[in-house]
């Protein structure tokens, strides 16, 4: 049943502005859930325009090639493919899927071809009575027009159909061995069109020397760095770009930074005495060594596990101390402690903040921080966002050290993790302290001081 561009458009409304859900929106309606649910994601990717029906389109062979291979690359449900490239019925995109497995890029051009055939008799005996030179040229623009949705399979956008700048790209790349005009009639594309993309395409990038300054600082940390931090790095060096256009330089570079895993737990119940959080994640200090944190990390290399156990000052995030260990036992932490308590000058005694795991509640570790005039405080339990530095400085270790590559040994993997605290400390800039690393944000605030 076809409904009203008014109908459509009442229904979206009725459900965006939150007075219902879809099923109960569609009953009021007496909509099929299904075809509302379809109609949202059109109005929501390409506005009520997208409602409208009344308009017939007209979808070209590399649209549809377009569609199909969108359609096979991605995870994505139909219904939400046909949304995102404004097709009314999935079914289209079903009917196209199923042509496209049957006979490949042909199905499209035979599409154009049965069309053709369905035609008024006079048109049959005009085609009939073609001459050879006609045969010919007709000939040669049906391989043109093969050969053009065969290159565009290779320059289609990832979410969106191939514009002139795609087509021109793939006309340019097919002119010596096929005329233009069957190119651009093949494409849908005008010759001022083709001649005016060209002429971008030959003009210089003006961001050519940024970019490659880009590509030379995202390599040189690594990977690690998004785009926040690439900009505020090219602010260092004077270079005025606004933090979108970095974005949008980096993007066209495919440079972007991974995503932050999980992290080890170390709680194993009620074991000793646990202390109060007395930090209650009030994770700014003002001074060095006025507040730090720690806990352990888990890693796998070469068919064994590595432990990390660092502190961390909260002033300027520097590792102040940190140990490795094959397994996670109490003089991991007695020695990263030891490290710690070394660093102090006379007269500090910082609040020295963990989770509730049993490393933190022996005797012994207790006994060591009392000695020395330290306070201890603790997470409550099963609320990692108490120690929320701590953890989000692991996913940085592990996003960026950790997962970009495969560690054949448990030395090769503490070889690596060494070289990062170093380089965390010594040389990676945090946005939260001006563009500085920690060592560099401390010396300056000794200095100031």
């Known amino acids: 049943m076809k409904h009203s561009f008014e109908v459509k458009l009442a229904a979206v409304n009725h459900y965006l502005a939150g007075h219902a859900g879809i099923i109960s ?7 099929s859930h299904t075809s ?8 929501l990717l390409h506005g009520p325009r997208a409602l409208d029906c009344r308009h017939k389109r007209s979808y070209s062979p590399e649209d549809k090639l377009c569609v199909v291979l969108y359609a096979l690359g991605h995870s994505e449900s139909l219904p939400r493919v046909a949304a995102r490239f404004n097709i009314p019925s999935h079914n289209t995109v079903k009917n196209w899927i199923k042509g496209y497995r049957k006979s490949g890029n042909e199905a499209f051009i035979r599409r154009r071809k049965e069309k053709s055939m369905t035609r008024s008799d006079d048109t049959h005996e005009n085609e009939a009575n073609m001459t050879p030179e006609e045969m010919k040229n007709e000939l040669r623009y049906l391989r043109a027009e093969n050969a053009y949705l065969k290159a565009m399979q290779e320059h289609l956008l990832e979410k969106k159909p191939p514009g ?3 087509k021109t790209k793939v006309i340019r790349s097919l002119r010596c061995g096929h005329c233009q005009s069957d190119l651009l009639k093949a494409a849908g594309l005008a010759r001022s069109t083709l001649y005016y993309q060209l002429s971008l395409q030959k003009a210089k990038d003006k961001y050519a020397d940024v970019k490659q300054l880009i590509a030379s600082i995202f390599h040189e940390h690594r990977g690690c760095y998004g785009y926040r931090r690439i900009h505020c790095e090219l602010q260092k060096r004077g270079l005025k770009f606004s933090g979108k256009t970095v974005r949008k330089l980096m993007q066209q570079l495919g440079l972007k930074s991974p995503v932050r895993l999980k992290k080890y737990r170390s709680y194993r119940g009620n074991m000793g005495l646990a202390a ?7 994770f700014k200090a003002e001074a060095p060594c006025e507040k730090w944190v720690t806990d352990i990390t888990e890693f796998r290399a070469g068919g ?4 990390l156990s660092p502190i961390l000052d909260l002033f300027n995030g520097e590792i102040v101390a940190w140990e490795t260990a094959c397994r996670p036992t109490e003089e991991l932490v007695k020695r990263m402690l030891n490290k710690g308590l070394e660093s102090l000058a006379e007269g500090e005694k910082p609040l020295l903040h963990s989770d509730q795991g049993w490393h933190y509640r022996i005797k012994s570790y207790q006994s060591a921080l009392a000695d020395r005039g330290l ?3 603790m997470s409550r339990k099963g609320n990692c966002l108490d120690n929320a530095v701590m953890e989000n400085f ?16 448990v030395e090769e993997l503490e070889n690596a993790v060494n070289e990062y605290i170093t380089y965390w400390n010594q040389k990676r800039i945090k946005l939260s302290l001006g563009g500085l690393s920690p060592v560099e944000y401390r010396t300056e605030y000794q200095k100031a001081g």
């Open 375 to 377: 306070v201890q405080s």
């Open 25 to 31: 929106t569609a009953k009021l309606f007496q909509l």
């Open 164 to 166: 002139a700048g795609e």
């Open 276 to 282: 109060e959080n007395i930090l209650q994640r009030q």
């Open 394 to 409: 692991f996913g940085h270790l592990k996003e960026e050290m950790y997962y970009r590559r495969d560690y054949r040994s």
């Open 36 to 43: 509302l649910s379809h109609w949202i994601n059109l109005f």
């Open 304 to 307: 064994q596990k590595l432990y």
